[in-house]
């Protein structure tokens, strides 16, 4: 089962993360102008958290650094390393916005604080697991 997991995340995880500097949370193929390319937008949350949850069970089973570098490329998308470089997490009131259709929403919603938090969470239980010590979101986690 493990085998075919990893197979499986062969085929998508790369292709979002592993080459471009920034993650896109994109969930739809379209053919655009009879062409087959993958849409940048609508971009939501709740697709960097599972990214972010399949990053790390990467890291799990195989141990190697893939996973994590993945991860924090992910996490980025949260804090402006987006398409839009708009930082959709808002420290000050603990948000986190709706995601992108062509531009940033700029209201928070309950689905994609829970998706930040979540992802969050996750991040810093494997960073805590794998150093053994407290973490700081500034060096750990971005």
């Known amino acids: 089962m493990i085998e075919a997991g990893m197979d499986s995340s062969s085929g998508w995880l790369p ?19 009879g062409r087959n390319e993958k849409a940048r937008f ?24 893939y996973g994590l570098k993945r991860r924090k490329r992910v ?10 470089q708009a930082p959709l997490y808002d420290a000050s009131t603990g948000g986190c916005r709706d995601g992108f259709i062509l531009t940033a929403s ?17 991040s810093a239980s494997q960073s805590i697991k794998r150093t053994g010590r407290h973490l700081e ?5 971005e």
């Open 15 to 33: 292709s979002s993360i592993a080459t471009t500097v920034k993650f896109c949370a994109h969930r739809i193929q379209r053919v655009l102008c």
């Open 42 to 65: 609508d971009q939501q949350p709740v697709e960097a958290c599972a990214t972010i949850s399949a990053c790390l069970e990467v890291y799990r089973l195989t141990e190697e650094d």
């Open 137 to 141: 979101m500034s060096s750990s986690l």
């Open 106 to 122: 700029t209201k928070p919603g309950a689905e994609s604080t829970l998706s930040f938090l979540m992802a969050l969470l996750e």
């Open 75 to 84: 996490f980025r998308w949260f804090l402006g390393k987006n398409d839009l």
